[in-house]
């Protein structure tokens, strides 16, 4: 079982990969066909991945479970992710990464109506304003700071994707490390990518993309389909669900700054406020999970 402070430095590194990918994966598209970024992130980061494994000693188990788990775990890759690729077109990556603020509340539905959890009435209001800060998003007229509807929609089913897989793979709860978990996930979503390829294979890539789109390709690779999925097994296997989906609240404001310093991306006031008002509700639909952390944190200390 890792310690407390281990699982405390997985989740602040998977934190800032998190805030990072949004804006590696608008760069790694600017030279590429979005849907061939997202097969070559694949192909490149499974060979990483076994070779990891080898090196690392790690078996990777193929048995019913396991394979039920990395069909499981996929979800969270290319599942989710080419519902985001797609979405590069019409979202910046400040909202790309606003929108992913709304696993928790994912989470939340998805227990609520399918494993029968029970839910607070400031968890329903939190939900409520975060959906109020959403439509202030949707409605501002900031088509310069590329939000639009369809980009709204194609997040919000890769959103769902994402949060069904936290619990897909709570509930197999295979007996996998979580290395192995990531690279066997990182295999079916490959599979996948191979089915994909008749459909994009006139967009090709017909030249060696420029630099900056090649670096954010590599970074995609090793950071967020290697390390932080790696962090982010680890944590599914040591840690509530919702708990988990709290590393998404954090990620929005520090994606937005790295888009307005690092790409030019500047959100107009409504979306400024339409994303506080969201981040205000999130807040809220936590507010019993602070306080019981705040509460054993003192009894701890007395």
Request: net charge positive; glycine share 6%; hydrophobic share 55%.
């Amino acid at each position: 079982m890792p310690t407390k402070s281990n699982l405390m430095m997985t989740y602040i590194l998977l934190v800032f990969i998190w805030a990072s990918t949004p804006l590696a994966i608008v760069w790694s598209v600017s030279d590429l066909h979005m849907m061939w970024a997202l097969v070559l992130r694949f192909f490149i980061a499974l060979p990483l991945a076994g070779l990891l494994l080898l090196i690392l000693q790690v078996k990777l188990p193929l048995n019913k479970i396991a394979l039920h788990s990395y069909l499981a775990g996929s979800f969270s890759f290319i599942g989710s992710q080419i519902f985001t690729y797609a979405a590069t077109s019409y979202l910046s990556s400040g909202m790309i990464a606003l929108m992913f603020g709304l696993a928790p509340i994912m989470a939340g539905l998805i227990g609520r109506f399918g494993f029968g959890q029970r839910l607070l009435g400031i968890q329903w209001l939190g939900m409520l304003v975060a959906v109020c800060g959403l439509a202030i998003i949707c409605t501002s007229s900031g088509a310069s700071q590329h939000v639009h509807p369809i980009g709204i929609a194609l997040m919000l089913m890769s959103v769902f994707t994402y949060a069904l897989s936290i619990f897909w793979v709570k509930k197999v709860n295979a007996d996998v490390v979580p290395m192995a978990q990531a690279t066997g996930s990182i295999l079916v979503s490959t599979l996948f990518a191979i089915c994909i390829i008749p459909f994009i294979w006139q967009h090709v890539p017909t030249h060696i993309p420029n630099t900056k789109s090649l670096l954010a390709l590599m970074y995609t690779v090793f950071m967020a389909s290697l390390l932080a999925m790696f962090c982010y097994f680890k944590l599914v296997q040591n840690i509530k669900a919702t708990t988990l989906s709290l590393t998404t609240v954090m990620t929005p404001m520090i994606a937005m700054f790295l888009g307005a310093m690092l790409n030019n991306e500047k959100p107009t006031v409504s979306v400024f406020f339409g994303a506080a008002v969201l981040i205000f509700g999130l807040i809220l639909y936590f507010y019993k999970d602070f306080k019981a952390s705040r509460t054993l944190e003192h009894k701890m200390k007395s």
